[in-house]
């Protein structure tokens, strides 16, 4: 079987390619570099994304008010980006999406801060109240106040979730 010249370049090229790739891949599983996007990192990225569409001003907060505290929760997403394993950030940027109603969005940030900190027996506590009462998924409400009363069995909130 004869190849031509053009075919021999486009081969060794493209084994060329698979071998660069497959190093790249190699070195990035050893943990020597960091090429490729992980699963990690579209989990975070996913959890970063903001979307206006589901905030709502509470009564009474007038609209340069509102628009403030957007501009906040910017701000708090590009602290988090700086920083991402710092709790504090975290639970600052889920805050804010709490206060602007986004509670998916408040619970997939105060996920990340339990994962940092799992005796935070706060963020396991707010975590409940988000699942209980705006996302209504009661299975993960009992588990995340059983959490936080693991943690700090007085913890008078958590008893207060669990009785409602």
């Known amino acids: 079987m004869n ?3 053009t075919q021999k370049i486009i081969a060794i090229a493209g084994g060329g390619i ?17 090429v490729f996007p992980t699963a990690e990192d579209r989990g975070l990225r996913a959890t970063l994304r903001i979307d206006e569409s589901k ?6 907060v007038s609209d340069e008010e509102f628009r403030k505290q957007i501009n906040e929760l ?3 997403r590009d602290k988090v980006r700086k920083t991402k394993n ?3 950030a975290w639970f600052a940027f889920g805050y804010q999406l709490n206060y602007l109603n986004d509670h998916e969005g408040a619970v997939r940030a105060w996920e990340v801060v ?3 900190q799992p005796q935070n027996h706060v963020v396991a506590a707010n975590l409940a ?3 209980q009462y ?18 700090q069995p007085s913890y008078t909130d958590a008893w207060k979730g669990l009785g409602d």
């Open 3 to 5: 190849f031509t010249k």
């Open 18 to 34: 698979a071998l660069v790739f497959g190093l790249l891949w190699f070195f990035q599983e050893q943990g020597l570099i960091k």
């Open 86 to 88: 710092d709790p504090a």
């Open 129 to 131: 109240s988000n699942y």
């Open 114 to 116: 339990f994962r940092l």
């Open 55 to 60: 905030f709502k001003a509470a009564v009474g």
């Open 134 to 151: 705006f996302l209504k998924d009661y299975a993960r409400a009992e588990f995340y106040y059983d959490k936080a009363l693991t943690i």
């Open 74 to 76: 910017y701000a708090r």
